[in-house]
């Protein structure tokens, strides 16, 4: 990718982002490093998510296009709010899911999107790689954290509370956890030399 | 890396898996992909698995070094089965996992390896990527298809049989699509061509 077409691709990303940020659609808690990593030349971020708690409801397994919210936490729950959002379940599979931040990023060149991989790596981010290397070079941050668990059925929850309270506590970790490594990742970023 | 260098860690690479066949430890479902793979010049496969379905006690969250292996599984299962091996556990957390296949392939150069991470992902290997470009190329072909419940604590299995029913239908839905996967990728990489 030549460079006009890099700062044409990242300018258009950033106007996305500030739209996101005016509706409020952008996860508070990774704006920081979202705009770490847009103030280094030669990297945008696109679409990215803090890590988030989620209440899913699928027709029929594998039908992802065919799945309901029934309640998405970017942050940490308490039980009573994952059953009341259990109480909209109506056919198909709940699954409970805890997921980790997910990063996409942007970059002119492979050496610093190597190394930007490398950073991501060892802030805890064990699931970062490179995604593409062809005529744009493309960046996943991502950790292994993750809870995709089915639990109930055609509006019936199989779980007792003692079994939702582990799965809520296990959750709230995922959460707490991708906190802790997000923070990481703003300290080594802020220092981040491409040169 | 050099070609010297890369050809010394293809032979390396191939010996390994040449014992662990002796041995019996490559999981038949994915021998055949493997031998295709290492058939291509510029590629060789290092530690990979077919997908599986494991029981694992995790004394702590998030220590994973003090994990139990109570059952692992090639294939799918049956319920009994799941019961037979939750009967060992003690303390901690039980996690029923499913897991996709996840194929671990060095790369002499860029281009073949960005074309078989393309490769990959055509065939439903979605979490394809380049974990590496240093000295090294590093590629990991994995799917997003997976199961991480947690479904007990201290040695108490809290799901009762609708539920468990679920988990392993689930499961085994996880190593069916992942044959497929394989099935998919073998005919594509049959005729992958580096030129």
């Known amino acids: 990718m030549g460079k006009n077409e890099f700062l044409e691709a990242k300018e258009s990303a950033l ?4 739209t996101a940020c005016v509706e409020q659609k952008v996860d508070e808690g990774i704006l920081q490093i979202l705009e770490l990593i847009n103030r280094i030349e030669g990297f945008y971020t696109s679409s990215s998510c803090a890590g988030r708690i989620v209440l899913l409801q699928i027709p029929q397994i594998g039908d992802k296009r065919g799945a309901t ?4 936490w970017h942050r940490t729950i308490e039980i009573k709010e994952l059953k009341a959002a259990a109480t909209n379940a109506t056919k198909g599979v709940l699954w409970l899911l805890a997921q980790a931040p997910i990063l996409h990023i942007g970059a002119q060149t492979l050496e610093p999107a190597n190394m ?8 805890g981010f064990k699931n970062s790689a ?16 993750r809870l995709d668990a089915p639990i109930g059925r055609d509006g019936c929850l199989f779980c007792n509370d003692e079994h939702l309270s582990l799965l809520v506590e296990i959750s709230n970790e995922v959460i ?4 802790k490594k997000i923070d990481r990742l703003v300290k080594k970023v802020e220092k981040f030399d491409v040169c």
């Open 15 to 18: 106007k996305s982002l500030e």
């Open 176 to 179: 707490e956890r991708s906190r």
């Open 69 to 72: 919210f029934l309640g998405v």
């Open 116 to 123: 930007m991989v490398k950073t991501a790596i060892s802030c």
């Open 130 to 145: 490179i995604k593409s290397v062809g005529k744009k070079i493309r960046i996943e941050i991502c950790s292994t954290e």
